[in-house]
């Protein structure tokens, strides 16, 4: 499956702006991530990109019905694995890198997005440290678990300032692209 493919699968069942915004993100993460560690770029994107595709149908399932979701996508059990992995009670273990990956990045991507809006350079020179400020904030963002944040980041064996670069600079070649095709994950 290409990035094409899976973005109109997932506008199939995502419908919300929010949503979309937040896979896409998590996208971005992934990616850059992917290159951090000379792993598949294209099929970690789309697990960042496919992970909440149930989201938005089954809120209470969620992930459990993703599965059925990709049924017929032709994406391998492993991958569909992945995903499922990022739920609380699913089940299926986080022992590989890209699972760790896809669980440290999900709240952090949008955590870093909402950081950035409330910049007026936006995502550009955003440092860690200026998102741990934001993390003090109990006010900020407070669905946002702090704790996990953390410890999903510690999981991954990466230095909490180089996690924030990464998904800063995943963030921001993910804008390029999207501002180049009229959308945007800051406005
Ligand atoms: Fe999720
Ligand atoms: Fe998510």
Excluded at 14 to 26: G, I, N, P, W, Y
Aim: net charge negative; proline share 3%; aromatic share 6%.
């Amino acid at each position: 499956m290409n990035r094409e493919e899976a973005l109109t699968l997932l506008k199939e069942h995502v419908k919300t702006d929010r949503l979309l915004r937040h896979s896409l993100a998590v996208e971005a993460a992934m990616t850059a991530y992917a290159r951090r560690f000379g792993e598949d770029e294209n099929r970690w994107g789309l697990l960042g990109l496919l992970h909440d595709i149930d989201f938005e149908k089954y809120p209470q399932e969620h992930p459990d019905n993703a599965p059925k979701l990709l049924e017929g996508s032709g994406l391998e059990d492993e991958f569909v694995k992945s995903i499922l992995s990022h739920g609380i009670e699913s089940g299926v273990p986080r022992d590989t890198r890209e699972r760790q990956c896809l669980h440290a990045v999900d709240e952090m991507a949008s955590f870093i997005v909402a950081v950035a809006l409330m910049r007026p350079t936006r995502l550009e020179g955003l440092k860690a440290k200026s998102v741990k400020k934001k993390m003090k904030d109990k006010a900020f963002a407070k669905a946002v678990n702090r704790e996990e944040l953390i410890a999903s980041a510690e999981a991954l064996e990466v230095e909490f300032a180089e996690h924030v670069d990464i998904v800063v600079s995943g963030l921001i070649e993910q804008e390029a692209r999207l501002q180049s095709e009229g959308y945007s994950l800051l406005d």
